[in-house]
C-alpha cells in the first residue's frame, strides 16, 4: 500500500510531489498560517526555453534537467515546505512563515546556482538553463490556492515578457 501510495503521490521523474497531493498540502498550511497569523509564500518556477531543450537535445536530456531542478529544489529547501511537479517545466513551491522578500532572494539564490549548472546535450555540447517565477504571499495577494496561482502566474509571465531568468513578486 505504502508503494502505491508513493507512486501516486510522487512524480518519479523529480522526485517531488505531484500536484493533487500538494494542493492537499498548500491548503493545509493556509489553514495553519490563518491560525498562527502568519505567512505563506506561493511560487510558480517555469523552465525558460525548455521546449527548446527538448527540440535541440532530446527528450532523456530534458527529463534530465527536470529531475536537475528537482534535486536542487530539496537541496535548498525545508522538509516542511512543499515542492511540487505541477506539470511539464512548471513548477509550485510553498514556504510557511517566510516574508516574501525572503522567499525571493532565497528563489533567486536558487535560479543563480541551477543556471550555473551545465547540461550535456547532443554532440557533447554543453549548454545552462534558466528559470523564470513569481511569488506571491498569502494573505496579502490571495486566500486561496487558486487566487495565489492567478497572481503568481501573471507574475511568472510579466518575468518571461521582461527577458526571463528572472523572480518577480508583487
Not at 24 to 29: F, Q, V
Not at 68 to 79: C, E, H
Not at 101 to 109: C, D, G, N
Not at 123 to 146: A, R, T
Amino acid at each position: 500500500m505504502r508503494l502505491l501510495r508513493t507512486l501516486a503521490e510522487v512524480d518519479s521523474l523529480t522526485n517531488l510531489k505531484r500536484r493533487r497531493q500538494s494542493v492537499e498540502d498548500l491548503n493545509r498550511l493556509l489553514k495553519l498560517a490563518d491560525r498562527q497569523d502568519t505567512t505563506l509564500c506561493f511560487a510558480i518556477l517555469d523552465l525558460d526555453q525548455f521546449k527548446q531543450v527538448n527540440d535541440s537535445h532530446g527528450h532523456e536530456v530534458g527529463d534530465q534537467v527536470l529531475k536537475t531542478l528537482g534535486d536542487y529544489l530539496r537541496q535548498t529547501f525545508r522538509g516542511e515546505d512543499v515542492l511540487t511537479r505541477w506539470g511539464g517545466e512548471e513548477f509550485v513551491v510553498g514556504l510557511y512563515g517566510i516574508s516574501k522578500e525572503l522567499a525571493v532572494k532565497r528563489l533567486t539564490a536558487l535560479l543563480e546556482t541551477f543556471s550555473q549548472h551545465s547540461f550535456l546535450g547532443g554532440e557533447q555540447h554543453l549548454f545552462h538553463v534558466s528559470f523564470s517565477g513569481g511569488v506571491v504571499e498569502y494573505p496579502q495577494d490571495g486566500m486561496d490556492i487558486q487566487s495565489l496561482y492567478r497572481q503568481a502566474d501573471e507574475l511568472l509571465y510579466m518575468a518571461k515578457a521582461a527577458g526571463r531568468n528572472q523572480i518577480l513578486s508583487s
